[in-house]
């Protein structure tokens, strides 16, 4: 009842309140976002150094791409206006075989990064949520600037891209994935199985 | 122009910087990213021979040479890249002082006396040992900072992806490299080889420990040409700080507006 509201009752309230908006289903924050990158970067260097398989390390680069990525989204782009036509079948499909493609590609070059630190720099806001800069320390390298746009339109706070020294991930394989639907003659089932081995 | 007086400090590449100048004023008329993805490659045709012919230059020279350089120990390695990395320096000072960043000038000249004298003629690092920072520029970037245009895409044979400004910049850059044939060159001939050879070993050690990544751009991709055009001007553009503004450049992806628009 209104009337019964005490301080005490205003207070615990408030604390819930701050509480959901650490939740993921709260409106992204930018310390939200960096926290994003924090996890990726502590798990990625939780599997690197778990001393499994090279098969096994790249299956759960994929289980963490597909928990921190917005996967989704990531495909629709890369696939670009050729989409458009798409059934749903295919994208079903394609967004697959682009997930497991893009844990493989990335991920098979885990070995850099073993022994190297990632450190957030800076963070500032951007249309579709945040952009969260990291430098890499990678084993006897100079640092890499590398960037992460974090976003909660997907309905979760995940990455929608990420820029290394400047290149941008998903406009690189929107190229790419451009490329392979034409050497195929614009057959997206046939790029689809090509996309299943590449990377 | 305010940095003319700054220039007759430097005789040796005044000469060269007015033909440079002439040239990069043709550059910035044809600076037109004829594309919508921001990319002005009218020389694809020609530029994919090129292309053609440096993965195979790759594939049967430089690849299977860096991994024999690979074998060679670290330390003489990285010895090697000191000396190359050394003769740099001349170049890094006079374009930071070009592009008025005075801060860069005295620190790669500082790097350069340091390690000339105490690292033993460059072979060691001792200005990094001492936190000096280290810093690369080139007169592709000078030339950036004046404002001329960025030009048209270019593959060079040998030395891969490159703009018509950088293209420039390369030419101009020969001239403050200390041992190279050039007329102010008080070094004799045997010494002439060493620049090129040393700068051939960084390219080498470069090609084999980023193996992977070039590997995969070369010869797993679709249309390695393509790639590897996409990737050197996003990363060119992004060392130049032309990106800085993310809000106006073709690069600031935002799928969410659009996934399907080009």
Same mark, same amino acid.
């Given at each position: 009842?209104?009337?019964?509201?005490?301080?005490?009752?205003?207070?615990?309230?408030?604390?819930?309140?701050?509480?959901?908006?650490?939740?993921?289903?709260?409106?992204?924050?930018? +310390?939200?976002?960096?926290?994003?990158?924090?996890?990726?970067?502590?798990?990625?260097?939780?599997?690197?150094? +778990?001393?499994?398989?090279?098969?096994?390390?790249? =299956?759960?680069?994929?289980?963490?791409?597909?928990?921190?990525?917005?996967?989704?989204?990531?495909?629709?782009?890369?696939?670009?206006?050729?989409? =458009?036509?798409?059934?749903?079948?295919?994208?079903?499909?394609?967004?697959?075989?682009?997930?497991?493609?893009?844990?493989?590609?990335?991920?098979?070059?885990?070995?850099?990064?073993?022994?190297?630190?990632?450190?957030?720099?800076?963070?500032?806001?951007?249309?579709?949520?945040?952009?969260?800069?990291?430098?890499?320390?990678?084993?006897?390298?100079?640092?890499?600037?590398?960037?992460?746009?974090?976003?909660?339109?997907?309905?979760?706070?995940?990455?929608?891209?990420?820029?290394?020294?400047?290149?941008?991930?998903?406009?690189?394989? =929107?190229?790419?994935?451009?490329?392979?639907?034409?050497?195929?003659?614009?057959?997206?089932?046939?790029?689809?199985?090509?996309?299943?081995?590449?990377? | 122009?305010?940095?003319?007086?700054?220039?007759?400090?430097?005789?040796?590449?005044?000469?060269? @910087?007015?033909?440079? @100048?002439?040239?990069?004023?043709?550059?910035? *008329?044809?600076?037109?990213?004829?594309?919508?993805?921001?990319?002005?490659?009218?020389?694809?045709?020609?530029?994919?021979?090129?292309? $053609?012919?440096?993965?195979?230059?790759?594939?049967?020279?430089?690849?299977?040479?860096?991994?024999?350089?690979?074998?060679?120990?670290?330390?003489?390695?990285?010895?090697?890249?000191? &000396?190359?990395?050394?003769?740099?320096?001349?170049?890094?000072?006079?374009?930071?002082?070009?592009?008025?960043? @005075?801060?860069?000038?005295? %620190?790669?000249? %500082?790097?350069?006396?340091?390690?000339? *004298?105490?690292?033993?003629?460059?072979?060691?690092?001792?200005?990094?040992?001492?936190?000096?920072?280290?810093?690369?520029?080139? &007169?592709?970037?000078?030339?950036?900072?004046?404002?001329?245009?960025?030009?048209?895409?270019?593959? %060079?044979?040998?030395?891969?992806?490159?703009?018509?400004?950088?293209?420039?910049? %390369? #030419?101009?850059?020969?001239? *403050?490299?200390?041992?190279?044939?050039?007329?102010?060159?008080?070094?004799?001939?045997?010494?002439?080889? #060493?620049?090129?050879?040393? $700068?051939?070993?960084? #390219?080498?050690?470069?090609?084999?420990?980023?193996?992977?990544?070039?590997?995969?751009?070369?010869?797993?991709?679709?249309?390695?040409?393509?790639?590897?055009?996409?990737?050197?001007?996003?990363?060119?553009? &992004?060392?130049?700080?032309?990106?800085?503004?993310?809000?106006?450049?073709?690069?600031? *992806?935002?799928?969410?507006?659009?996934?399907?628009?080009?």
């Amino acid at each position: 009842m209104p009337s019964n509201l005490t301080r005490r009752d205003v207070f615990l309230s408030s604390a819930a309140a701050a509480l959901l908006a650490a939740t993921p289903a709260a409106a992204l924050t930018e +310390s939200g976002a960096r926290q994003l990158v924090d996890q990726v970067v502590a798990d990625i260097d939780r599997v690197i150094s +778990s001393g499994q398989s090279d098969a096994a390390i790249l =299956r759960e680069f994929e289980r963490l791409f597909v928990r921190y990525a917005d996967v989704n989204i990531m495909a629709q782009y890369a696939l670009g206006a050729d989409g =458009r036509s798409a059934s749903s079948s295919q994208k079903r499909a394609f967004n697959d075989a682009f997930t497991s493609y893009i844990a493989r590609k990335y991920g098979k070059q885990f070995r850099d990064f073993i022994g190297g630190r990632v450190e957030v720099q800076s963070a500032r806001a951007i249309k579709a949520g945040y952009e969260i800069n990291t430098l890499a320390y990678l084993r006897g390298d100079g640092p890499f600037e590398v960037t992460f746009h974090v976003s909660d339109r997907s309905g979760s706070r995940k990455f929608f891209n990420i820029y290394i020294e400047g290149v941008n991930l998903l406009l690189t394989e =929107r190229s790419e994935i451009g490329a392979m639907l034409d050497r195929r003659g614009g057959d997206l089932n046939a790029m689809i199985a090509d996309l299943k081995s590449a990377g | 122009m305010s940095r003319t007086p700054k220039m007759k400090a430097f005789a040796r590449p005044a000469m060269a @910087l007015s033909t440079v @100048l002439a040239l990069s004023a043709c550059a910035t *008329t044809q600076d037109v990213a004829t594309r919508s993805d921001g990319i002005n490659d009218p020389y694809e045709t020609q530029n994919r021979k090129v292309h $053609a012919f440096n993965k195979g230059l790759d594939r049967n020279l430089v690849r299977p040479v860096s991994q024999a350089y690979g074998v060679v120990p670290v330390e003489i390695r990285n010895t090697v890249n000191n &000396f190359s990395e050394n003769l740099s320096m001349p170049r890094v000072a006079v374009n930071s002082l070009l592009q008025g960043d @005075l801060r860069g000038t005295g %620190l790669a000249t %500082l790097r350069f006396a340091m390690n000339t *004298t105490i690292g033993l003629g460059g072979l060691f690092d001792a200005a990094s040992e001492l936190n000096i920072p280290e810093h690369d520029t080139d &007169f592709g970037e000078t030339l950036a900072v004046w404002g001329a245009g960025e030009g048209a895409y270019i593959e %060079l044979p040998v030395f891969g992806p490159s703009t018509q400004r950088d293209t420039v910049g %390369l #030419v101009v850059d020969f001239f *403050t490299n200390p041992l190279t044939n050039n007329t102010n060159n008080k070094f004799d001939d045997d010494l002439q080889s #060493v620049p090129p050879a040393t $700068a051939t070993a960084s #390219v080498l050690n470069d090609r084999e420990k980023f193996s992977d990544t070039i590997d995969s751009v070369l010869y797993e991709s679709a249309d390695s040409y393509a790639q590897s055009r996409s990737i050197h001007l996003q990363n060119r553009r &992004f060392e130049l700080g032309q990106d800085r503004a993310r809000d106006t450049d073709p690069f600031a *992806t935002d799928p969410y507006e659009d996934p399907y628009a080009q």
